[in-house]
């Protein structure tokens, strides 16, 4: 959390749970109200994605006993490792004694206090949270979320038109209605396929799920609610390459009345020089055939890293079976390092876990991941009922099992020694 007014709310939340456990009575204004206002009202108040409020005494009191199971079994604040702040920016993690704290309150029947414990609402930051960008993209049309039905991937192309490949710092993506905008990743082709796509179907963007429907040659990232752009290091930048279509593929919700959306995004390019690409790779899992019925289906893969790099993000991603997910690196002098956790996985929060301290894999570093799956008829979020044999592709039945890594070649100082070749770089979602 980076907000000056979340900042400054942790600290009163700080002085509120040492007020509990000198065994004060809990509170709304003086114990909950902070802990909700700076972990939740963000997405959880009218117009943004959180199915209902929680911005005042009767909506928190109105869902105490949901919530108070949510924060138990880890389901809300969304973040789905099992590491938090002292791994990765923007994490959303609450403390056992916060959780305590909450279930404290539920248990002394959800007393409300003083009003005048009571803080004000954070004033969440509006608008280019990074100045105005270099350069923003929106689709020709806005498009039209129906009342009812599935979620929708819808991909929108926007087209750029540079001479030369231009190196990008941050993006952000401004969803033009947050109450169905539930999460935006964002590719790029250069292979024209996306626009192929998109005149063939007669809405504006063309619908999609797991991937954009073609192979991208490379992202910039993504969306999802409360994330925040931030600039990559100074010197590092993701390249748009030449004449490029940025893909927007959107995950709509829907709200039971019908909507409209026009996202778009903003792009900040990198200072000049760069001297290093922000490169993806995935790691996949070898096999993937998941036999129907089968409710702990498990899988692995490897990739071997040759050269030395840094690693800065990773980006797990499975689809609605996917239930778990660890990902080590094997350095070559044996130490282990786990670069992340995902011990229950939930497809509707796609992140990007970026590392505050970039992880060192040395050339001839293993990467090893391992996942599970449930594709048994109790688990109420399988697709398929009754359950059906599932493969890699990239439908919603079907499943993904990888992580991006994104990461910056040592070796690679872009304009004493240009680009470092050899290296795939490319977002292979497909098989
Ligand atoms: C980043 C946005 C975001 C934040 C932050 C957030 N929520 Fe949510 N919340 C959602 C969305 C979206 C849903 C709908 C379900 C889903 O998509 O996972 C949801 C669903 C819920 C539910 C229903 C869960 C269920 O099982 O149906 C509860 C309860 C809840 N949130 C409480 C909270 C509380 C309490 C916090 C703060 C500790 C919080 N949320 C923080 C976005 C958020």
Known sequence: ??????????????????????????????????????????????????????T??????????????????????????DEGAEKFHDARVLKPEQIALFEQWVKAGTPEGEANDLPPLPKYPAG???????????????????AEGNDVYQAFVLPTTFPADRYVAAVQVRPGNAAVVHHVLLFLDTSGRARELDAASPEPG???????????????????PGSF???????????????????????YHRTGKPETDATQIGIYFAKEPVEKRMRIFPIRAAKLRIPAGEANYGTEGWLPIPAD?????????????????????????????????VPDWNFNWQMNYRFIEPVKLPRGTMIHLAARFDNSEANPRNPSKPPR?????????????MAFLAYTVDAEHIPANGEVTGFPDTFVLAK
């Open 1 to 54: 959390m980076n907000h000056p007014a979340i900042l400054c709310l942790s600290a009163f939340a700080a002085v509120s749970l040492h007020a509990a456990a000198a065994d004060a009575p809990v509170t709304f204004t003086k114990n909950i109200a902070p802990l909700i206002f700076e972990n939740c009202t963000q997405c959880h108040r009218t117009g943004e994605v959180g199915p209902f409020p929680l």
């Open 56 to 81: 005042n005494f009767a909506e928190v009191k109105k869902k105490a006993e949901t919530i108070a199971t949510a924060l138990g079994d880890r389901v809300m604040p969304p973040w789905r490792a």
């Open 128 to 146: 280019w949270m990074l100045g105005e960008p270099d350069l923003v993209l929106k689709p020709a049309q806005s498009y039209e979320v129906a």
């Open 206 to 224: 063309y619908v999609s799920f797991g991937g954009p429907g073609f192979l991208p040659n490379g992202s910039l990232g993504g969306w999802a």
């Open 229 to 251: 752009p931030r600039r990559l290091a100074e010197g590092i930048g993701m390249r748009l390459p030449k004449g490029a279509d940025v893909v927007m593929q959107v995950h």
């Open 309 to 341: 790099v840094t690693l800065q993000a990773i980006i797990p991603h499975m689809h609605l079976i996917g239930k778990e997910m660890t990902v080590t690196a094997r350095l070559p002098d044996g130490t282990e390092k786990k670069l992340i956790h």
């Open 389 to 401: 044999e599932v493969r890699r592709g990239e439908g919603t039945t079907d499943e993904m099992c």
